[in-house]
């Protein structure tokens, strides 16, 4: 990054901090009257207004790239650049140093309209995917909680958040702007996308430091940062600042281009840089030798550069932004966005999906099977205390909650919400996996209701209800809980329990600490039933080599009763706790061969996919709950779902709309669909330009006269390229869809040895053939030599295309797809017909004798042969081919 624009960074990095610093040291009173704002929120008037006065709620970098700015990026390729050189060294030789009369535009206008192809595709395939993935991401929101005056709250798009808003705050959202803290209750955030600490922080409405100008902004503990996310508890804020003028957006130009390449993007340039030194070393060579030979140094700048056009695969950028773009449409249509074009390539790769158990192997639809006491037998007022708790709660109010509500009133609950008020909250987190409400009744005597995890729950309970007396929970008592809890458990139901206690002090600063010496009540078990589609889907992604793993914070006994009704066989399983006790080194063994991975944590869930990627699988990670973002990003590709919590979404490559393995069993076969086209391309690229090069090295070496001219070549390669612009509509072989499609960088260089000779030697026979048989061996039947090569050069350049696409018998066993075979064939068709026409005599080439297309079906297809046969050799020792 330049200097300069380094400056401007910290200057406006500094500008909003102080701006933060200000409102830190404010009284909330002053903030309010300063921002024009109150408790109660801004009128939709007013905040129409200020939407128009500072724009909508997005970092600079979120806004698309206006089109002449996307036109001028296509030319920064490369292989765009060496033809705008050789086009201007054209123009220097045949038009600005020649007379008028003598000038000739034709080699600069076909390198033009080559870059022009080029150029025009790949901005126009850019330009419009563009458009489709903002018409994408307008399919998934990402929301707010906003009060508004006369509306309430409102869940709204956070981009039309604006300064002076009232936001509220729960578990699981992420913070939408720069905001000063009015109430909260348990309020922790992550602020790793901004500081890199994994430990969250904890957030108050008043302040325990006063802040000074040399206070870390970050360090704040009554402001939030655009970016953050809620850990666990809840909070109600004032905007201070949005979009651009948050500290997030002020730094997000530093963070442009920080993402690392993927191995795919990291071997495209690989392959571009070496066809270019290739191009750089093969053309001086042909230049000298043609100059030594012919004494026409003239001729032979111009033959050079026609062969280092020949060498120039100014296609590729455009077949890999087509095809890229082309499979994020596709997959849209089946339900799944791309955010990250180049993670399509990483879906075709993955060989290991890890995955969480709701929602993909389960309907994601809990109802309330069991409400039982202690004992085990069915008890109303264990679910009416459970309804109290899930009804006074405004944290994170998951499936269970929902499942609870619902069956309250069917049982007629719904009159329990009048009699009790709620007198305080204890939010739900990730670390005590529970949930308090302190509630109080018309006479004022308060209570208070905890549900969570068992094991939690009972570490808590000092006493319990059992046999309608409220005993000291004994040992014996707690082994009956969890014989009965494990039998429910092995019946593939999930189990919370419900504890009480009564007697609570009249306060309002209720906390942790006060979840103890409680009673246990009883129990809810939960049915998840598994999906009738997981089944197949997994079955499916196992024929297309990708290996299933769970990976779920929910006990060994409910995950194993689910894996074992979808058909995902557990070899293995792990527990939480046993990953503790092993290193990295260790875990990595380990998690290769384990299928179920059980009670595990956020951190050990981003460090099982490390131990998986230290062993060379590419991984992907599908999940959508604020447990599961550490995961997210760890993934080679981060699968998430449109209803996922918003810290889920934001950190995911690839976002489903409907939480389903079948349609990502479809994103993972459009993705080796997208690989396999480009490696086409590249292959194809790679051998013929390296089996050219011999071909005109032998030619010019014993020729006494250009083995084309330097017109000539152009337009082959002019045609060469038209007839691969089908290659992005091709299809593959189900054999190659079947197995995950990982960039080899060592393959490229070895199919360009074996194949790319090929081409030389039916090159180096038409040269005989032209030269023996026809007799095209002095300069003055130069012509009908040039005319033989061109048409034998053009069509078996063509046809290696359908002979490199499948490891097959082409034609015979598999087929091109119908753009590919009209375009491939529309050229040769043009190509044969050139030296009849007048175009072709206007560009030196002659008709050719009835006799030689005889040779030509003889050499064609003794080059389809060895082909073949060099494709078998290759396959078996290798064992691999595209």
Known sequence: MKKKNKDIIIKDMRKVTNHILNFSKMELHEIYQILKTSEGGLTEEI???????????????????????????????????????LAIVSW???????PVEEQNWIAIIIIGTMVSISVILQFMQEYKSGIAAQQLKNLVTTTSAILRQ??????????????????HLAAGDMIPADVRIISCKDLFIGQSALTGESEPVEKLANPKHLATDHTSITDLDHICLLGTTVISGSGVAVVLATGDDTYFGSMATSLVGQKAQTSFEKGVNSVSWLLIRFMLVMVPIVFLINGLTKRDWLEALLFAISIAVGLTPEMLPMIVSTNLAKGAMKMAKKKTVVKSLNSIQNLGAMNILCTDKTGTLTLDKIVVEKYLNVQGEEDSRVLRHAYLNSYHQTGLRNLMDRAILERGKDKEF?????????????????????????IQDRNGKRQLITKGAVEEMVSICRFVEYKEEVLELTPQIKKEVFEKVTSLNKEGMRVIAVAQKNDIPDEN????????????????????????????AIQALQDHGVTVKVLTGDNEFVTQKICKE?????????????????????????????????KVSPLQKARIIQALQSKD???????????????????????????????????????????????????????????????KYIKMTASSNFGNVFSVLVASAFLPFLPMLPLQLLIQNLFYDISQIGIPWDSMDEEYLRQPQKWNADDIGRFMIYIGPISSIFDIITFLVMWY??????????SLFHSGWFIVGLLSQTLIVHMIRTKKIPFIQSRAATPLLLLTGLIMVVGIAIPFTTFGSSIGLQSLPPLYFLWLIGILLAYSLLTQFIKKIYIKKFNTWL
């Open 414 to 438: 719904v009159a329990l919400e009048k009699e009790y008020t709620k007198a305080d909250e204890i939010p739900f987190d990730f670390s005590r996996r529970r949930m308090s409400v302190v």
């Open 150 to 167: 006369g509306k309430g709250i409102e869940e709204i798009d956070m981009s039309q958040i604006v300064p002076g808003d009232i936001l």
């Open 566 to 598: 979808v058909g995902l066989e557990v070899e293995h399983l792990l527990l939480g706790s046993d990953i503790e006790g092993l290193n990295d080194e260790e875990l990595a063994v380990v998690a290769e061969e384990t299928t179920v991975f059980a």
């Open 92 to 98: 220097v030789t045949d038009v600005a140093t020649v």
């Open 47 to 85: 905040a129409k207004k200020r939407l128009e006065e500072y724009g909508p709620n997005q970092v600079a970098q979120e806004k698309p790239t206006p089109w002449y700015i996307q036109l001028l990026q296509t030319f920064k390729n490369p292989f765009i650049l060496v033809l705008v050189i």
């Open 509 to 536: 600063n209720f906390g942790v600490r006060d979840e103890s010496d409680m009673v246990l009540m009883g129990y809810i078990a939960f049915l998840d039933p598994p999906k009738d589609s997981a089944s197949y």
């Open 617 to 679: 699988h590419t991984v992907g990670f599908l999940g959508d709950g604020i447990n599961d973002a550490p995961a997210l990003r760890e993934a080679d590709v981060g699968i998430s779902v449109d209803t996922a919590v918003d810290i889920a979404k934001e950190s995911s490559d690839i976002i489903l709309l409907e939480k389903d393995l079948i349609v990502l069993e479809e994103g993972v076969i459009e993705g080796r669909m997208t690989f396999g086209n480009i490696i």
């Open 773 to 782: 048989v026809f007799k095209a061996n002095g300069p003055e039947t130069q």
